[in-house]
């Protein structure tokens, strides 16, 4: 990915989806947000240079639109420490599902179902970006060698109309079981949320936050919104994850 071009990306991008319909695009809507500024001192606190083009990403604008939801806003607070992996990483420790586990790492965005995608900024694995499912006990896998890999394969695909794939495995979503308690008939505004649950999602997401749901998800509830069984209006819109800014407000759930 050349980001030299990513204003003209993205303009293309704006004037070919108009209503937002490309999962994730109603809430950054093929915008970034300011650049960051400081990079050289925040590199000088961090210890160590983040990686080339996440940085040259981020003095275009920190944050803002990309694959998902989006682009978060950088957060140093992950950042620190080492992150250990080179592979699938899953283990059977309370500590493995806290922000121990997270170390050397920047939360790119929020794939939806309480999955994100992160970027190792700090470990063997330095550049990668790798996907975070622990919260339906997958753990950390890796999925792209870099930065601009991830960013120009969602270009790639929404030029076409298409989003990224979700990263869990088939079936482990919380929305197929959600739905299996409620009728067509029955349904009422607000009757369906998505939810965190325990400590599955610790970095930008409190117990019982209302989140939005992954690519697979939002494909299924679209086809059934076309058949007339699901309106928007049944889902309660999912909160925005702490730190991103513009305040943590919910979206619409498509």
């Known amino acids: 990915m050349h980001f030299d071009k ?9 004037s070919h989806d108009p209503e937002f319909r490309l999962h994730g695009a109603l809430g950054h809507r093929y915008t970034l947000n300011a650049p960051l500024s400081g990079i050289d001192a925040i590199e000088s606190q961090l210890g160590f240079r983040l990686p080339d083009d996440y ?30 992996a080179t592979e699938a990483w899953l283990e059977d420790d309370a500590d493995f599902m806290t922000s121990a586990s ?7 965005g929020h794939v939806g179902c309480g999955y994100f995608a992160i970027l190792v900024v700090n470990g063997p694995a330095r550049g990668q970006v790798w996907y975070d499912v622990r919260g339906v006990g997958e753990g950390y896998y890796p999925a792209y060698r870099s ?33 299996g308690s409620y009728t067509a008939e029955t349904l009422r505004p607000g009757a369906i949320r998505i939810q965190t649950m325990g ?46 800014m513009g305040g943590r407000g919910p979206l619409s759930a498509f």
């Open 6 to 14: 990513l204003p003209n990306a993205l303009s293309h991008l704006r």
């Open 55 to 84: 940085r040259t990403f981020l003095s275009i604008g920190n944050g803002g639109a990309g694959p998902y939801y989006g682009i978060l806003p950088f957060d140093p607070a992950g950042a620190q420490g080492v992150f250990p």
């Open 102 to 108: 997270e170390a050397g790492t920047v939360a790119l």
């Open 147 to 179: 930065f601009g890999d991830y960013y120009g394969d969602w270009i790639r695909l929404a030029t076409s109309g298409q989003a990224l794939s979700c990263p869990a495995p088939e079936g482990l979503c919380a929305l197929p079981s959600v739905l």
């Open 199 to 244: 400590t599955e999602i610790v970095r930008y997401f409190d117990d019982d936050d209302d989140i939005h749901m992954c690519p697979r998800c939002h494909a299924l509830v679209t086809a059934w919104a076309r058949q007339g069984s699901l309106r928007v209006e049944h889902f309660v819109p999912g909160l925005l994850p702490r730190g991103v």
